[in-house]
């Protein structure tokens, strides 16, 4: 694939790789065969095989036709090919196949400065080799933002993939459902954005600016008004008190207790929160159960007034349909 597709900026710059003795080399990623070293922003360098790379990243695949670029260009990140050695297989690092000695290799290879952090690239590079992937479950959020941010800037989409799943488990996560709803937006995840808006309706919006972009100020005002008119909807929708007929007087004229008290109970698991009408069965389960023997009639209003909520709920606009 071309790199065109990709929006990526212009790594920070390239130095001899004779230096490498002097930096910090990661563990996992230091090839002795290593036809390319990718440098961290914290200054950390990455012994890897160029092949790889290309195998996994649609920017990395084009590595070779834009080594002529400037390295000032905008649109395309620099990659300069960094040595003579023989592309090393995709199993690992240990490869033997390389005709290129060590020491040949850090007197003539250089060094791609990416603007990525070192715990970044770890996991990053990780799905550009045959092994497990990481374990986003036991990876704090921050630096899985990070992750997710790099995966999709050099296109690599087991990562993306990964990335993906782990985010929509973090939107339950108090204080995170905005932030995936940003990463969502900007990469237009369309079936997560709807997720995390929706888990969004119960974050405060003090929490708003600090975390959503300017331009999602209007469609995100737009959005949560629509749910907070739901919820005037569905507050109003029945009176808080409801008569039954009265044999001795011949009128609708005898107060349901039950009802009242039903009433209240529904609207204290409500509690002015639009977030909880996409729980309706949770809402509404407290207020069934105490009607069920105590008046069966004002349960079956209670039914028809859930399915209508569920009907109202099903026809709410969806975020993504708004940005």
């Known amino acids: 694939m071309s790199s065109e597709t990709a929006d ?21 990623f230091a090839a002795e065969d290593a036809d390319i070293i990718l440098q961290s922003s914290d200054g950390v360098h990455f012994k890897v095989h160029r092949i790889n790379l290309k195998m996994h990243s649609d920017i990395f695949a084009d590595a070779e036709d834009i080594s002529s670029l400037s390295s000032s260009s905008s649109a395309s990140p620099s990659l300069i090919h960094v040595g003579s050695a023989s592309p090393a297989p995709t199993h690992g690092q240990d490869s033997s196949t390389s005709s290129t000695s060590s020491s040949t290799f850090k007197s003539s290879a250089e060094v791609v400065a990416l603007s990525e952090s070192a715990p970044v690239l770890e996991l990053l590079l990780q799905y550009m080799y045959r092994q497990p992937p990481p374990d986003l479950s036991k990876v704090a959020f921050e630096l899985l933002a990070g992750l997710a941010e790099a995966a999709e800037k050099y296109r690599v989409y087991y990562a993306i993939d990964g990335c993906r799943r782990a985010m929509r488990d973090s939107i339950s996560v108090d204080g995170h459902a905005f932030q995936v709803l940003r ?8 079936d997560l954005i709807d997720e995390a ?17 300017p331009s999602l100020y209007l469609p995100w005002n737009e959005y949560q008004r629509s749910w907070a008119d739901a919820l005037s909807t569905e507050v109003i929708r029945f009176r808080p008190t409801t008569n039954h007929w009265n044999t001795a007087t011949r009128e609708t004229d005898m107060p349901c207790e039950p009802w009242t008290h039903a009433f209240a109970l529904l609207m204290h698991k409500l509690a002015g929160k639009p977030s909880q009408l996409l729980k309706l069965d ?17 349960r079956e209003v209670l039914a028809g007034w859930k399915t209508a909520a569920e009907r109202d709920i099903e026809k709410m606009p969806k975020f993504s349909k708004l940005i």
Request: some cysteine.
């Open 282 to 298: 949770e809402v509404f389960k407290q207020s069934e159960d105490y009607l069920h023997t105590r008046c069966p009639e004002c």
């Open 183 to 190: 990463w969502a937006v900007k990469h237009k995840h369309s």
């Open 8 to 28: 990526a900026p212009t790594p920070t710059s390239s130095t001899p790789a004779s230096n490498a003795q002097e930096q910090t080399v990661s563990p996992r």
């Open 197 to 213: 808006a929706e888990a969004a309706l119960s974050v405060p919006v003090q929490s708003l600016r600090s975390v959503l972009e």
